[in-house]
Antibody
Framework: QVQLQESGPRLVKPSGTLSLICSVS?????????WNWVRQAPGKGLEWIGE???????DYNPSLKSRVTISVDTSNNQFSLTLISVTAADTAMYYC???????????????WGPGTMVVVSS | EVVLTQSPGTLSLSPGERATLSCRAS???????LAWYQQRPGQAPRLLIY???TRAAVIPDRFSGSGSGTDFTLTISRLEPDDIAVYYC?????????FGQGTKLEI
């Protein structure tokens, strides 16, 4: 069974850096699947942050592109999110998720982590 | 970016009834890249439908998806109390991937 788990600081100061890790089990980060970050501000909808696939460059939401980096750590089967210059508007639940690729079709975001709430506050 | 507009914003129905949720795209979306998710309160989203009409693993056949081009529909037949959630459509064919704003289902 595929499992994803987010981890990282829950409180970040304004203008600081938000760093999260998504640990993957039951699948290899080297696979052709794509590894995504999605966030959800309190009481709001889902916002796609970006994705990465091993061997390919990351792709980001233009609304965050100047501040975000997603990278892969194959030795630990993890991928990470770094968001710089955070403000209160970055306070949200952050989810990691797998976009499944079977070789012939894309199967949606079929596995998600439980999410981690990050608050930006001094 | 592809803007997805869901309607209605809130849907109030009774157990056993049928729910019809709409998702309209600002430009044509390939059928293979349209998905629906269920998000129960306090939980992560759960994949219901991918490829417009294919049910994800262990999703009951009460859930069905249809549509093409710019108009897509999620239908939930025989509503159960457990179906209380917000439902999101998503396109993942063109980056940035986008979600609709959600339809809240009340039972």
């Amino acid at each position: 069974q595929v499992q994803l788990q987010e981890s990282g600081p829950r409180l970040v100061k304004p203008s600081g850096t938000l760093s999260l890790i998504c640990s993957v089990s039951g699948d290899s980060i080297d696979s052709r699947n794509r590894w995504n970050w999605v966030r959800q501000a309190p009481g709001k909808g889902l916002e796609w942050i970006g994705e990465i696939s091993h061997g390919l460059s990351a792709d980001y939401n233009p609304s965050l592109k100047s501040r975000v980096t997603i990278s892969v750590d194959t030795s630990n089967n993890q991928f990470s999110l770094t968001l710089i210059s955070v403000t209160a508007a970055d306070t949200a639940m952050y989810y990691c998720g797998r976009l499944r690729y079977t070789g012939s079709y894309w199967g949606g975001f079929d596995f998600w982590g439980p999410g981690t709430m990050v608050v930006v506050s001094s | 970016e592809v803007v997805l507009t869901q309607s209605p914003g809130t849907l109030s129905l009774s157990p056993g009834e049928r729910a019809t949720l709409s998702c309209r795209a600002s430009q044509s979306v390939s059928r293979g890249f349209l998905a629906w998710y269920q998000q129960r309160p306090g939980q992560a989203p759960r994949l219901l439908i991918y490829g417009t009409s294919t049910r994800a693993a262990v999703i009951p056949d009460r859930f069905s998806g249809s549509g093409s081009g710019t108009d897509f529909t999620l239908t939930i037949s025989r509503l159960e109390p457990d179906d209380i959630a917000v439902y999101y459509c998503q396109q993942f064919g063109i980056t940035p991937y986008t979600f609709g704003q959600g339809t809240k289902l009340e039972i």
